[in-house]
Nanobody, 125 residues
Framework: QAELVEVGGGLVQPGGSLRLSCVFS????????IGWFRQAPGKEREAISC????????FYSDSAKGRFTTSRDNDNNQVHLQINSLEFEDTAVYYC??????????????????RGQGTQVTVSQ
């Protein structure tokens, strides 16, 4: 059974950096893509990045290009999301999710086959 757990959220000042990790089990990133999503207060959930599965590159949404970096740690079954130069608007619950087998990136939240519970990131003075 696929499981995903997000870790690394917290309170950070504007301009700071944060690395979130998606710790997953029950499947291989070689066959299933993992995507990062976030939902800010009062806003719809949005996709940030995606990697793995049949997709040989990392996908980034337009809003994520430049400050967000996704990487994989095959030895520890983790996918990381590095966020630099954090802004107030980055305050959100961040989620990782797994796509269906063989899926390409990006995939939608509704199309995810497994989802984590999310981790809160708050950007504040």
């Amino acid at each position: 059974q696929a499981e995903l757990v997000e870790v690394g959220g917290g309170l950070v000042q504007p301009g700071g950096s944060l690395r979130l990790s998606c710790v997953f089990s029950g499947f291989s990133l070689n066959y299933y893509p993992i995507g990062w999503f976030r939902q800010a207060p009062g806003k719809e959930r949005e996709a940030i990045s995606c990697m793995g599965g049949r997709w040989g590159r990392t996908f980034y949404s337009d809003s994520a290009k430049g400050r967000f970096t996704t990487s994989r740690d095959n030895d520890n079954n983790q996918v990381h999301l590095q966020i630099n130069s954090l802004e107030f608007e980055d305050t959100a619950v961040y989620y990782c999710a797994r796509g269906i087998k063989g899926a390409m990136c990006p995939f939608t939240w509704r199309g995810a086959a497994a989802r984590g519970q999310g981790t809160q990131v708050t950007v504040s003075q």
